[in-house]
């Protein structure tokens, strides 16, 4: 079974250029996850989808960052216009549903580097 | 609001040592707790988590037991592997919410 799949897996950018992150969840799953993570640091939540509806993105800086899962299957975030501050990896996490009791598998990231 | 602390790192072991890596918690009620590992150039993986007080979680000999009356889920391995080198993290998941809450992470190097 494939897991989560995302791309690229390495960006580099110059600043106040724009950046797009895709995401492929596990087949089936209607829940997808989008993290932050800064060096050093643990994974934050950015946004969450049910299907296509994005049910919690309060921590997403909704002046720079965007994203979308048009038919509640693949996701792209996109930041526009990037700046140095955010190199850091972004991860891409999926689970049947919600629930706590359904287990959030996570992609390997894609890793942006801003000059 | 809800928090995960752990260990600082690194973490530097000789093969067949002991390993423990604190993690403690702040949360309200009682909330899901994991431990997840990233190995270099992977995602993360779920190692093993704990859904109440005093359920112990197992996996690849790797045990943390949920420990209510210290808000703490240790992670402890008896002898370690050189293939254990990673990066772990403590997490929980609140009663009321969906999205996991991460410690900073506690990098692992086991030397033969």
């Known amino acids: 079974e494939a897991g989560v799949v995302q791309s690229p897996r390495y960006k580099i950018i110059e600043k106040k250029q724009p950046v797009a992150f895709w995401c492929n969840p596990i087949s089936g799953h209607n829940t997808l996850y989008w993290y932050l993570q800064n060096l050093g640091q643990g994974p934050e939540l950015l946004i969450r989808y049910e299907n296509e509806e994005a049910v919690d993105d309060s921590q997403l800086p909704k002046d720079r960052f965007s994203a979308e899962r048009l038919k509640g299957v693949d996701s792209t975030l996109k930041i526009q216009p990037a700046e140095l501050g955010d190199s850091a990896v972004y991860l891409c996490?999926?689970?049947?549903?919600?629930?706590?009791?359904?287990?959030?598998?996570f992609g390997p990231g894609t890793r942006l580097t801003v000059l | 609001g809800d928090s995960v602390t752990q260990m600082e790192g690194p973490v530097t072991l000789s093969e067949e040592a002991f390993l423990t890596i604190n993690c403690t918690y702040t949360a309200t009620g009682y909330p899901s707790l994991f431990w997840y590992v990233q190995y270099p150039g992977e995602g993360l993986q779920l190692l093993l988590k704990a859904t109440k007080a005093d359920d112990k979680g197992s996996n690849k000999g790797f045990e943390a037991t949920y420990r209510k009356e210290t808000t703490s889920f240790h992670l402890e391995k008896g002898s370690v592997q050189v293939s254990d080198s990673a990066v772990y993290f403590c997490?929980?998941?609140?009663?009321?919410?969906?999205?996991?809450?991460f410690g900073k992470g506690t990098t692992l190097s086991v030397s033969s």
């Open positions: 997490a929980l998941r609140s009663e009321a919410g969906t999205a996991l809450i």
């Open positions: 996490a999926s689970s049947l549903s919600s629930g706590s009791y359904n287990e959030q598998f």
